[in-house]
């Protein structure tokens, strides 16, 4: 097996519980992040105490506080940062790339404002570096204790979707390829949205029965607005669609479902966040969910229900009643999938 040089911008705890694996495999990896007092926490406890407390960093894992030194001739360059920062990011390593450097994207967002996926942000800032986006049923507080996950890796490019598998797959970490970049993208952004949803329903005291209908016809409005933009619908059975929905509406690891649970129980937005401390993308994922809901005319009734709980204030017991007093409706529609993921 060949080793590779990989950068990993962003030391939360998906980078640095994604940098473990990379290490167990024998690649060098160099973990990049911005904040000096966590670099030095990190250096001399040899944890990553903020964010992954509770596992101990491998010792071949290069820390790096200079971005340059980071991503000098890298293999890949992985980006772990909230979806809001990743442009940002690109521009800062810009002038340090080749060009050839293939770009890993694991956050899970849409830009806000633009409506963009990551890739499209990606094509606009680095339009000449291989893509791929990997996502799934993942969280970082199992994955850095090797617990068994399986994820998806989508690229355009098969060989790059292959390349970055054999980077990743270990006997706990099993990595799958897929075409559809779109739908695994728009899967592991729009479950957020779900999820906080689910954490709602939670803290104001409902049941299995609530969390069940909410990943059920969650899936559904995700794989409605998910065929208009051009993502096969077979995705969203996947491991990025309705695996990534079931494991955050259902785990205590995941912040978007806690932060949810906080709102259900009372709490305001900006005490919720302070609460979880680490980035909550389905809070931004739900205003542009809203908004492509509406430029697609498709209906999102879970994510307009919680767009009005955290945009316009309202009432989370009023929101439950709107969603189970709207008109009858059939629960399948006719859904025919287009489009060709064949390589
Ligand atoms: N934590 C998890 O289990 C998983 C997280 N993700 C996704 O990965 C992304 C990162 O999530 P986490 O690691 O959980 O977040 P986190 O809150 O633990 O860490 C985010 C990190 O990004 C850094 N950061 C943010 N903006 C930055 C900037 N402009 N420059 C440099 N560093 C910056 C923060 O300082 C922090 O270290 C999110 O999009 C999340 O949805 C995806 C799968 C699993
Ligand atoms: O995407 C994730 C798990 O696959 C992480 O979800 P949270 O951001 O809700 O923790």
Not at 25 to 51: C, F, S
Not at 110 to 127: A, D, N
Request: one cysteine or more; hydrophobic letters at 40%; proline letters at 3%.
């Amino acid at each position: 097996m060949s080793y590779s040089k990989i950068a990993v911008l962003g030391a939360g705890s998906w980078g640095t519980a994604l940098s473990m694996v990379l290490c167990s495999k024998g690649h060098e990896v160099n973990l990049w992040m911005r904040n000096e007092e966590q670099y030095k926490d990190m250096i001399n406890t040899g944890k990553n105490n903020k964010y992954l407390p509770n596992v101990i960093l491998p010792s071949n894992l290069n820390l790096h506080l200079e971005l340059e030194k980071a991503v000098l001739d890298a293999d890949a360059i992985l980006i772990s940062v909230s979806s809001q920062s990743v442009r940002g990011i690109l521009k800062n390593i810009k002038p340090y790339l080749k060009g050839n450097e293939v770009i890993i994207n694991v956050s899970k967002g849409l830009e806000k404002g633009t409506h963009l996926r990551i890739s499209q942000v990606v094509c606009e800032e680095l339009p000449d570096n291989p893509f791929v986006v990997l996502s799934g049923p993942s969280h970082a507080e199992e994955v850095s204790k090797n617990m068994p996950t399986t994820v998806v890796v989508a690229s355009k490019d098969k060989s790059t979707a292959e390349f970055v598998q054999d980077l990743f797959i270990t006997p706990s970490f099993r990595v799958y390829t897929n075409p559809d970049v779109i739908g695994v993208e728009l899967g592991g952004s729009l479950k957020n949205v779900i999820a906080f949803g689910a954490g709602i329903a939670d803290g104001l005291g409902f049941g299995d029965n609530a969390r069940a209908a909410l990943i059920t016809r969650g899936i559904s409005e995700i794989t409605r607005l998910g065929k208009a933009m051009g993502a096969s619908i077979s995705t969203f059975a996947g491991l990025s669609g309705i695996g990534d929905l079931i494991v955050t509406c259902t785990s205590m690891h995941s912040r978007n479902r806690r932060a949810g649970i906080l709102i259900g129980e009372g709490k305001g937005l900006d005490e919720t966040l302070k609460e979880i401390g680490m980035v909550v993308e389905g809070i931004t994922t739900t205003k542009v969910a809203y908004e492509l809901a509406q430029q697609y005319n498709i209906e999102m009734p879970i994510t307009s229900e919680i767009y009005s709980i955290i945009y316009s204030n309202n009432n989370a017991k009023d929101a439950v009643s709107n969603l189970m007093c709207r008109n009858r409706t059939h629960e399948i529609e006719e859904v025919v999938d287009s489009i060709n993921t064949d390589w």
